[in-house]
């Protein structure tokens, strides 16, 4: 439901705003709000959900959005607009913390790779199939938002019938005050890389690859169809990525899929404006890389205690957020000072550098680690 309703609403506003003459720096900058919530969300996310506990924020963050959704129709000026963009953002970031972490500390420890990839290819469904409610709008504008709100309707009722009382448990000596940050990263910064490359392909694809694709002479269709790929792949791949690292260890996949993935996008001005070729680089790369981030909260999950995986959890979206900011600039100024192929060299470099640092990562769990040494 967090993917559907990003997914819609995005580019659906987008359209309206444009509709309605607004400029593209204001339609942007409205669209920022979700961001924003979401950001903010994540700041309060872990205190809440150890006061309230998982139930009642997923709960929350449901009532936000499903509230929010009927009054974009209802009240279409642009300033009452950004804040309800900003209630969606916190509901929905609320949804995505909530969700992903009661699945990391309910699952077994051999089944987590797998049981995350199915988290990640549910967000990444809803956030595919989200754009489809755009089509909606033929029938009235309050149709889709509407019809989105009736569904997460449907799902509240799911979840108030269905779903349990669970709260996070704490570690007394480790879990709260600032000093839990870098026992985290003590034991698990490897694992907590991966949040901020995905942050960083996903926003420097989106918002630099139109402007490369354009500059060498690529259609606007075959743009679209390239960045679907980028979608697709991730979809194919999540699932058997994830169940191998059950299998052989978490550490070697994401080794392994960080220097090929990282190989395949350096390849990609290679190949020009040829469309299948591209299409293949984008869809094995995509797939690749596409699950890092459910891989590296996993591999979090598997290294340290179960009192600080709520902590990690913050820290990895603090590391989405920034590498979703930096990606577009640095894509950008690659591309403006240097050359177009800049944007794919630096993307893919810090992939392959990525899977070479796995090599020095000891990747030692903290609670055996702290046992042998008292």
Request: net charge positive.
């Amino acid at each position: 439901m967090a993917g559907l309703s990003q997914g819609m609403l995005l580019p659906l506003l987008s359209i309206l705003l444009e509709e309605q003459g607004v400029s593209a720096s204001v339609n942007g900058l409205n669209s920022a709000a979700l961001y924003i919530g979401s950001f903010a969300m994540t700041l309060a996310a872990e205190r809440l959900v150890g006061v309230v506990g998982f139930k009642k924020l997923l709960i929350g963050g449901l009532v936000m959005v499903m509230i929010a959704l009927p009054l974009f129709p209802l009240i279409p000026g642009i300033g009452i607009w950004f804040v309800l963009r900003m209630i969606v953002g916190a509901g929905d970031s609320a949804l995505n913390y909530v969700a992903q972490l009661w699945v990391l500390l309910v699952t077994p420890a051999e089944k987590r790779g797998r049981n995350l990839s199915l988290y990640g290819m549910s967000y990444g469904i809803g956030f595919s199939i989200g754009p489809l409610g755009i089509g909606l709008v033929d029938y009235g504008d309050y149709v889709p938002f509407v019809g989105l709100a009736a569904l997460f309707l449907i799902v509240l009722i799911l979840v108030l019938r269905y779903l349990p009382e669970y709260r996070p448990e704490r570690e007394a000596q480790h879990s709260t005050g600032f000093g839990r940050f870098p026992r985290i990263y003590r034991y698990a910064w490897f694992a907590l890389i991966p949040a901020f490359l995905y942050g960083y392909m996903e926003a420097s694809l989106n918002g630099n690859f139109p402007v490369y694709g354009l500059r060498i002479g690529l259609s606007k269709e075959d743009i679209a169809l390239l960045l679907l790929c980028i979608g697709i792949g991730g979809l194919i791949l999540q699932l058997p990525l994830g169940m191998l690292s059950d299998r052989f260890g978490r550490r070697p996949i994401l080794i392994a899929a960080g220097i090929c993935g990282g190989l395949l996008f350096v390849l990609v001005p290679l190949a020009g404006t040829n469309l299948w070729a591209n299409l293949a680089l984008f869809l094995v790369a995509g797939g690749l890389v596409g699950s890092f981030y459910s891989l590296g909260m996993a591999y979090a999950a598997d290294l340290l205690p179960r009192g600080l995986i709520p902590s990690a959890n913050v820290v990895a979206s603090f590391h989405f957020s920034i590498g979703s900011m930096a990606g577009p600039g640095i894509g950008g100024y690659g591309m403006q000072h240097g050359s177009p192929f800049l944007l794919f060299w630096i993307m893919g470099g810090a992939y392959v550098l990525f899977g070479m640092m796995g090599f020095f990562f000891r990747g030692t769990q903290a609670k055996k680690f702290e046992k042998k040494a008292a």
